[in-house]
């Protein structure tokens, strides 16, 4: 639709009747202040009524919401009312395939004793999930989570090269060889979890060497601290503490897993979800308690979330990935 520019000048009230444009402009006086791409508007926190803010946080922190369609946005020093803006881009569903010893598995809130085996052929799952319309995967090398390097690059290197699609690899990723071979094997993204707690410095490296687009930091959760080593330990890094320090470094992708609705069939942690949101303003893919079409569909009333990662509701049947996408 190309380039749809508003000026945003002081007090001045801009009604916006299209829902889709690429950008915007900030102005004042004559001089362009800033250009703010309409991805950078996301949702806020205020519980029931819509509140936005901008990614560039030198130009604005919160939007605090007036009423069912109005905000107040801080721009620079001074205050410009804008209509709310409906968020339009799908939210892309992940199905995950969970490996441990090369087999297909699932695990109830991550512990290895309440794991369920369901074949030991991985690529045929990757094949099956996109053929019913899956358009990217979501990998956890479980021995890498527990034993802190990979364990299942051979069966990864073969899904990879079965599908025609984008796979997002976690588990492991705790050295910048393991990140390398990784990439080699053919995936599109790494997750780095317990390293990213433990060393912000080797994050920004990763970053600064393979871009924040390929590098995603999972935060898994458990009551708002942070959870490492295959969730074996916890942390006392605090969940949004985490996410403002890696998105300060260029991470682009937070995965964010609520351990206790996990393989549970309970539904995601939307006000989590929600607080996540008003902190880390680039892609949010939800994971964790994803059972049925409404989930979903909550997910997507949130608005601005990236993605939904589901899990053990397809290998159990409780729901199709067709119902999901529908």
């Not at 893919?285 to 049925?292: D, F, K, N, Q, Y």
């Not at 079409?293 to 990662?309: E, F, P, T």
């Given at each position: 639709m190309g380039n749809r520019k508003v000026e945003l000048k002081k007090d001045c009230h801009i009604f916006l009747n299209m829902h889709y444009f690429a950008s915007f402009q900030i102005r004042e006086d004559s001089s362009m202040v800033e250009q703010v791409p309409f991805k950078h508007l996301v949702p806020g926190s205020s519980p029931g009524l819509p509140s936005f803010c901008f990614a560039k946080t030198s130009v604005a922190k919160r939007l605090h919401s007036l009423g069912s369609n109005a905000v107040w946005i801080p721009v620079i020093s001074r205050l410009t009312f804008v209509r709310r803006i409906p968020h339009f881009e799908p939210m892309l569903i992940y199905p995950a395939i969970d490996l441990l010893a090369g087999k297909v598995v699932r695990l109830e809130q991550g512990k290895k004793e309440a794991c369920t085996v369901y074949s030991s052929d991985p690529v045929a799952f990757a094949k099956q999930w996109k053929a019913e319309g899956a358009q990217i995967l979501h990998v956890v090398d479980l021995d890498g989570a527990f034993e802190g390097k990979p364990g299942n690059l051979d069966s990864i290197r073969s899904i990879v090269q079965s599908i025609q699609i984008p796979v997002q690899l976690g588990g492991g990723m705790r050295t910048e060889e393991n990140v390398e071979n990784a990439f080699k094997a053919g995936v599109s993204r790494v997750v780095i979890g317990t390293r990213a707690v433990e060393s912000l410095e080797f994050l920004a490296a990763l970053v600064k060497r393979w871009g924040g687009e390929k590098i995603a930091v999972g935060i898994d959760a458990k009551e708002g601290k942070v959870a490492v080593k295959g969730w074996t330990e916890a942390s006392t890094v605090d969940v949004l503490d985490l996410a403002q320090k890696v998105q300060d470094l260029?991470?682009?992708?937070?995965?964010?897993?609520?351990?206790?609705?996990?393989?549970?069939?309970?539904?995601?942690?939307?006000?989590?979800?929600?607080?996540?949101?008003?902190?880390?303003?680039?892609?949010?893919?939800?994971?964790?308690?994803?059972?049925?079409?409404?989930?979903?569909?909550?997910?997507?009333?949130?608005?601005?979330?990236?993605?939904?990662?589901?899990?053990?509701?397809?290998?159990?049947?409780?729901?199709?990935?067709?119902?999901?996408?529908?």
């Open positions: 260029g991470v682009k992708t937070v995965i964010y897993t609520d351990i206790a609705t996990d393989g549970m069939f309970t539904g995601p942690n939307y006000p989590a979800l929600q607080k996540l949101q008003s902190v880390f303003v680039h892609d949010i893919i939800a994971s964790g308690g994803v059972a049925t079409v409404d989930h979903i569909r909550k997910l997507r009333q949130m608005g601005n979330l990236h993605g939904a990662i589901v899990g053990k509701a397809l290998y159990d049947k409780k729901v199709s990935l067709a119902e999901i996408l529908a």
